[in-house]
């Protein structure tokens, strides 16, 4: 079976999965698939160089190359070292697209079915975007906004069901699927098997009353919530052409927890987007604490051609990555008091390795003596501040 480095979103996680058994009956069983990532620049660097790196490990090893930035600089990667093949994001999943190059997206290409080598499996329910966020080059790589039906989707999760105990719905920009709390419902009802569901990055703009009707009355939902945010401050966001503002964000949170108290909420955030003042940055290091946001995923402005923001009056590189780093300590802060909160509590987790795992909440956890895969209850009796000190009960 063919190896897979995967860079990016659990998106692509799931999709090499499947990447790894189209390989295998093309041909190319020996073969390495990197699964590339544009949201970054940093994301192309660490692709190209382990790209390089593996062609001086294993010359002549076949080195097939896809994902977002493969799509939309084919050129550029087909000439790297060991690569014999550059295919199509749009297609990867397509039994046909193995023995072709790169093309363009195909709104009915097949979207990713796929569960993750580990305990907990990633089922991919949609694909592509229809915004325009002015800092993203995304919709170029993975095309325009599709959805898994429902009926595929329930016979999905009950085949991953049988060696999982949780999944994780995931998509481009999963909100946007049109039947998103309908989907949640029917797996939850036709999976009963199913102890957890998860779900991916949320906008959240797309979050309506069918949504948080589904999130008060499903238990079996995860009380966590990753939230597309991406800043704190109206005219930033504007600037982004993100279609919610601070007050949303705020009132977001508050109604998370009107529904489910221990809500976790996390976020991805953009720090030194360009024109960016300290008052500015301020205001989103102000929401971390003010939204509880517990669990950030923080990115320092990456311009990426051919977007409106890579035109716009650019940061310095320094400065950006200083802000970034305020901005995980910010976050690394409202982590250790949401852990702290969790002291005294019982907790159901999901062993990732021995004595490792996360909480319902995502928070990780450890549990002396616990064994891989396992579901197992746990006293919380302390933290460090990164993570939950527990026993089993």
């Known amino acids: 079976m063919a190896d897979t480095l995967t860079f990016g979103c659990r998106l692509n996680i799931a999709e090499s999965e499947t990447m790894r058994g189209l390989a295998a009956r093309a041909g190319f069983a020996d073969a390495l698939i990197v699964n590339t990532c544009a949201v970054t620049g940093e994301a192309e660097a660490q692709a190209r160089q382990a790209i390089r790196r593996a062609a001086r490990e294993a010359p002549g090893r076949p080195i097939l190359v896809t994902g977002c930035a493969a799509q939309i600089a084919p050129e550029a990667w087909a000439g790297l070292p060991g690569v014999v093949r550059v295919i199509g994001n749009g297609v990867k999943l397509d039994p046909a697209a193995w023995g072709a190059a790169v093309g363009p997206i195909r709104r009915d290409a097949p979207l990713g079915i796929a569960a993750s080598g580990g305990t907990r499996a990633f089922l991919a329910v ?12 995304i919709p170029q790589g993975r095309g325009p906004a599709r959805a898994l039906p429902l009926a595929e989707a ?7 069901a049988a060696r999982h105990a949780e999944i994780v719905l995931t998509g481009v920009d999963l909100a946007s699927h049109p039947e998103l709390a309908g989907l949640i419902r029917a797996i939850l009802r036709e999976v009963p098997e199913l102890p957890r569901l998860r779900l991916s990055s949320l906008d ?12 008060a009355e499903e238990e079996r939902l995860m009380p966590h919530l990753h939230l597309s945010a991406q800043h704190g401050h109206d005219l930033i966001l504007k600037r982004m052409k993100r279609r919610h503002s601070r007050a949303d964000l705020l009132q977001l949170s508050a109604h998370a927890r009107a529904l489910r108290p221990d ?13 960016e003042t300290e008052e500015q940055l301020c205001a989103m290091l102000a929401l971390v604490a003010e939204a509880g946001l517990s669990f950030l995923h923080v990115f320092p402005y990456s311009a990426r ?26 976050g690394e802060a ?7 909160s969790r002291i005294g509590r019982m907790e159901q987790c999901l062993m990732e390795a021995d004595g490792m795992g996360h909480t319902e909440h995502f928070a990780p956890i450890r549990v002396p003596g616990a064994a891989r895969g396992s579901l197992v209850r746990a ?3 302390g933290t460090d501040g990164r993570i939950l000190m527990a026993e089993a009960a």
Do not use: K, N, Y
């Not at 959240?204 to 999130?215: K, S, Y």
């Not at 923001?309 to 650019?314: E, F, H, V, W």
């Open 126 to 137: 949609q694909q592509g975007c229809d915004h325009s966020c002015t800092f993203c080059i």
């Open 154 to 160: 329930v016979t999905a999760a009950r085949a991953l």
């Open 204 to 215: 959240p703009a797309a979050l309506g009353d069918d949504f948080w009707r589904v999130f």
């Open 263 to 275: 809500a976790a909420l996390g976020a991805d955030l953009i720090a030194g987007f360009p024109t």
């Open 305 to 330: 051609a051919g977007t409106p923001a890579a035109r716009m009056p650019q940061l310095p590189l320094p400065l950006r990555r200083e802000r970034a780093a305020r901005l995980r300590a910010a």
């Open 334 to 340: 409202e982590r250790a008091r949401f852990l702290a």
């Open 379 to 381: 006293q919380v009796t």
